[in-house]
């Protein structure tokens, strides 16, 4: 099977030291998304959900998602998961494992149970939603930056608009939950570029399903 150019880009967009640049990160995943092929049948579709959270706080991120089932073996039992509506009217949610590995294997642990004890406790959506525009602001975030010079949403093909609003729509989403994860870590005396998350390793995975209850699939009817 062809590789997809959005696994392909996050086989290399997770540096495991340092903080990414939030700006080139944008522009590498805006990138891939617009490089997505479209086909009639359905296929595997890489989606870089976590991706970013996980670069944020400085391991690699590893997302995959299938056709819309199954979960991922780890997402049956996640860390956290996180579950949202976007304004296209798209029911969503988002899946992340703990850290694994890294440097310093014990306070990467201590991480994942800070995590794991927000998320058991936190009303997450409703956090996300009220940190929205803050995430915007904070990031210079531009909700057209799935569009080439030139190109408006009206002059897109009405899937491919739909295709690219989802994907910005689903990285604001990622990088707000990036930034509350990080908020908490931090109150917690864990910086989010601590060199002992290196080598550390970090799994997404999102599914989404349309106005009509079926799982979207980037594609599937192009």
Request: charged share 25%; with cysteine; net charge negative.
């Amino acid at each position: 099977m062809t590789p997809d150019p959005l696994d392909e880009l996050l086989d290399r967009s997770a540096p495991v030291t340092r903080t990414a640049d939030d700006a080139a990160l944008r522009a590498m995943v805006a990138a891939a998304a617009r490089e997505v092929p479209r086909r009639r049948r359905r296929r595997r579709v890489g989606i870089a959900a976590g991706a970013l959270a996980a670069v944020l706080i400085g391991g690699a991120g590893v997302a995959t998602a299938t056709d819309g089932f199954p979960w991922a073996p780890w997402a049956q039992d996640p860390l956290g998961a996180v579950s949202f509506t976007m304004d296209s009217g798209f029911a969503c949610e988002l899946r992340f494992s703990p850290f694994a590995g890294g440097a310093d294997p014990i306070f990467v642990g201590q991480a994942n149970a800070i995590l794991e004890d927000w998320y058991r406790t936190t009303d997450v959506p409703a956090a996300a939603k009220a940190h929205l525009d803050q995430t915007i602001r904070d990031h210079d975030f531009d909700m057209t930056l799935m569009l080439e010079p030139g190109e408006t949403w009206e002059s897109l093909p009405p899937e491919e608009a739909q295709h690219r609003r989802w994907a910005t729509e689903w990285l604001l989403w990622d990088l707000v939950v990036s930034d509350l994860e990080s908020e908490e870590l931090e109150t917690r005396g864990i910086a989010r570029d601590d060199a002992r998350f290196a080598d550390s390793t970090r799994s997404g995975q999102i599914q989404c399903f349309d106005e009509d209850g079926e799982p979207y699939v980037p594609g599937a009817g192009s």
